[in-house]
């Protein structure tokens, strides 16, 4: 199995930043993609930030300019660097890997439980 571990989720005012990280963990033989998607209240989950292996990476337009993601292939770790935060901003925000286990040919897509970011005054 694959677990992701997000953290570095809080309240911050508008105009602040935070720093989210995620961690998989577990029996990975590759990693494929890493990123990250958020869910605000009464809304539907939507992708934020993608980093493919090799580096390259994809932003919506709600995060071009002001995040930046980021991965640490040594540890599998992603981090999602987030600036000029806006209360709009305010959701949970959801870690995915697209990951191969060890002695399996697949990719899977796997999920963490999600980090709260909050964006008030």
């Known amino acids: 199995q694959v677990q992701l571990v997000e953290s570095g989720g809080g309240l911050v005012q508008p105009g602040g930043s935070l720093r989210l990280s995620c961690t998989a963990s577990?029996?990975?033989?590759?990693?494929?993609?890493m990123g990250w998607y958020r869910q605000a209240p009464g809304k539907q989950r939507e992708l934020v930030a993608i980093?493919?292996?090799?580096?390259?990476?994809e932003y919506t337009d709600l995060a071009k300019g002001r995040f930046t993601i980021s991965r640490d292939n040594a540890k599998n770790t992603a981090y999602l660097q987030m600036n000029s935060l806006k209360p709009e901003d305010t959701a949970v925000y959801y870690c995915?890997?697209?990951?191969?286990?060890?002695?399996?040919?697949?990719?899977?897509?796997?999920w963490g439980r999600g980090t709260q970011v909050t964006v008030s005054s």
């Open positions: 995915n890997v697209r990951a191969r286990q060890v002695l399996s040919s697949r990719f899977i897509d796997y």
């Open positions: 577990g029996s990975i033989a590759s990693i494929n993609a």
């Open positions: 980093i493919i292996d090799g580096g390259r990476t």
